[in-house]
């Protein structure tokens, strides 16, 4: 995952948690950062046709994203304190709308697990790319992944 895209990640983060309530710190004082989990999605018609419009993402059950056009995603336990980042998690891609059901995709997932840290930079703890799938999947059916980090 590129560099930019990180940086990109960690500024949704950091102020995903200044909305959260870190009104604690003073503004010239950085607020208190989790860490954060990011998902780097690739999914994809295998007879290249535009089928997939929303994609629903998420993890041990709790949902992180539906998004249109958009593969990455972040999660952080500001958000969601009742995640434990590091440990077994399930990593679930659902499709929730397609114009050609059922279709054929091709699915894989890079997970990055680390911390944002003030003013520019994010501390990678941990790195899992999940083996490629490739799955025919009707509306509200999905691709699953158990794994460790």
Not at 92 to 113: F, G, K, M, N
Request: charged content about 10%; aromatic content about 6%.
């Amino acid at each position: 995952m590129a560099s930019g895209l990180r940086t990109l990640i960690w500024a949704g983060s950091l102020l995903l948690a200044g909305a959260v309530g870190c009104g604690k710190s003073s503004p010239t004082e950085p607020p208190p950062i989790g860490n954060t989990m990011i998902f780097d999605v690739t999914i994809s018609n295998t007879a290249g046709k535009d089928t997939l419009q929303t994609l629903g993402v998420s993890l041990d059950g709790l949902v992180v994203a539906g998004s249109q056009n958009n593969r990455n995603y972040a999660i952080d336990n500001f958000s969601h304190p009742q995640l434990q980042m590091r440990g077994h998690h399930t990593l679930t891609l659902t499709i929730a709308s397609q114009s050609e059901s059922p279709s054929r995709y091709t699915a894989s997932v890079d997970v990055v697990l680390g911390s944002p840290t003030f003013p520019t930079g994010f501390n990678i703890f941990a790195e899992k790319i999940l083996p490629q799938q490739t799955a025919t999947l009707a509306t509200g059916e999905s691709i699953t992944w158990a794994f460790d980090i």
